[in-house]
């Protein structure tokens, strides 16, 4: 019984990280060019998690094209760079896009 309840606050602690990551997207920007699922003017979160399945250093990857922006990785559209976002924001943001599924 223990061990259900205490994986039960599991779950809602990580729920309430979830919601805490989503906010901080919203707040920096993130959902004006993407969304989770369909393509915006930036690919969706799930087709970034997609392309980097698998790649090792995958959030370090993403975290410095949140940071310094990009050109070319998803046609002719760049991504602006976003750099007053601090080292544990990007590696947050970074670290939930890869967890996001179609």
Not at 14 to 28: F, G, H, M
Not at 55 to 76: P, T
């Amino acid at each position: 019984m223990l061990v259900f309840f205490s994986m039960g606050l599991a779950s809602l602690a990580q729920a309430a990280d979830v919601d805490k990551t989503i906010e901080l997207a919203k707040s920096a920007g993130c959902y004006t060019c993407h969304a989770n699922a369909e393509k915006v003017v930036g690919p969706s979160f799930a087709d970034i998690a997609a392309k980097y399945a698998g790649e090792k250093d995958a959030a370090a990857s993403l975290a410095q094209s949140i940071q310094n922006g990009s050109r070319g990785k998803w046609g002719r559209v760049p991504m602006p760079p976003h750099p007053s976002l601090g080292a544990p924001d990007l590696k947050t943001l970074s670290e939930w896009v890869l967890t996001v599924k179609p």
